[in-house]
Every structure is written in C-alpha cells, then in structure tokens.
C-alpha cells in the first residue's frame, strides 16, 4: 500500500516562509515525478511544482523565484521551500506522485495540508 504522507503546513504572516514535505511509503519500484498542487476555496486545483527523476523541475508562473523544491531520493521524499509568501498562496496543498510498478504508472495523492497566509 503506497501512502504520501505530507507535512509542514500553517499559519504564517505575509513575507514569512514554510516548508513542506512529502514522503512516500509502502513498496514502490521508482518515482517517475513528485510535485505539489494546491488548491484554493472555489478554485480549481493547480500545479505549484514538481520534480522528474531526471531532476528536472517545472514551477507555477506565480511562485518562481519565490518555491524551491528539492528531494531525497533516498528517502524517497520531496520538499517545498515556500519563501516570501503571500495572501494568494493560501490553499490546502497536496503532494502528488507518479510511481513506475513495473510497465505501469501509477498515480498517488496525499492527504492535503493547509497554508494560511494572513496577518
């Protein structure tokens, strides 16, 4: 059984930073990519940053220069640095994984932790 498991949300004041972290667990054969969505009341649920195996990354207009992700292949772990942040960058997000099982790509989401922005 994969799980993600997400944590590093809250509460903090415009300008401030957080970061999040995602674990996966369970038996897997190799992360294809892992990234963060959020997801705002009465929004639809957008890409923030992700992360290929490769090492490449893909960011969010929105957030370059401001999110950093990084991993630990080892761990098979991922993380969002979020520095400089603002009132429109509250949301619940959501880690998310395509993991290859063999000739397969399988599709994994977390649970979602909530990042408030506010002073």
């Known amino acids: 059984q994969v799980q993600l498991v997400e944590s590093g949300g809250g509460l903090v004041q415009p300008g401030g930073s957080l970061r999040l972290s995602c674990v996966v667990s369970?038996?897997?054969?190799?992360?294809?990519?892992m990234g963060w969505y959020r997801q705002a009341p009465g929004k639809q649920r957008e890409l923030v940053a992700r992360?290929?195996?490769?090492?490449?990354?893909n960011y969010a207009d929105s957030v370059k220069g401001r999110f950093t992700i990084s991993g630990d292949n080892a761990k098979n772990t991922r993380y969002l640095q979020m520095n400089g942040l603002k009132p429109e960058d509250t949301a619940v997000y959501y880690c998310?994984?395509?993991?290859?099982?063999?000739?397969?790509?399988?599709?994994?989401w977390g649970q979602g932790t909530q990042v408030t922005v506010s002073s």
């Open positions: 992360m290929f195996n490769t090492g490449s990354t």
């Open positions: 998310n994984a395509v993991l290859r099982a063999g000739a397969t790509n399988v599709e994994y």
């Open positions: 369970g038996s897997i054969f190799s992360i294809v990519f």
